[in-house]
């Protein structure tokens, strides 16, 4: 399941990831986020991926899908939320793939709760997408 939702007033996306990480799954995510993007324009994204079945993927996966990755605005922040260390290297690396040497890599945090307070989005009220 990847699943979409949007918080108006603070203007942030949190992306529900709850998937395999599979080539497929990730242009699915990324089809997503552009059909987003397009519609809303850009703003703050929250990916929470705590309820990925799997925490180990091939690197080369995401090496072949940055060319089609949605690239970031600048001023825009992104947070992951993760589970556990072991799979702190795929959200590392599928956000640093997608910048330039000018953005900041997403942050990683352990809950939601801590991704919204660092965004100071703690009363933000989401809606599906």
Not at 58 to 64: E, F, G, I, K, N
Not at 75 to 102: A, C, K, S, Y
Request: a positive charge.
């Amino acid at each position: 399941m990847i699943e979409l939702l949007f918080s108006s007033r603070p203007r942030v996306l949190l992306v529900r990831y709850g998937t395999e990480i599979t080539q497929k799954n990730l242009l699915r995510l990324d089809r997503a986020l552009a059909r987003f993007a397009g519609r809303e324009g850009r703003c703050d994204t929250v990916v929470d991926f705590r309820s990925v079945p799997n925490t180990e993927f091939p690197a080369w996966m995401l090496a072949r899908r940055r060319p089609r990755a949605a690239r970031r605005r600048p001023g825009r922040r992104r947070i992951f939320v993760v589970r556990d260390t072991g799979f702190h290297g795929m959200p590392l690396l599928n956000g640093t793939q997608q910048d330039d040497t000018e953005f900041d890599p997403p942050v990683l945090v352990p809950t939601l709760e801590d991704a919204l307070s660092d965004l100071d989005a703690d009363c933000a009220a989401f809606a599906p997408a």
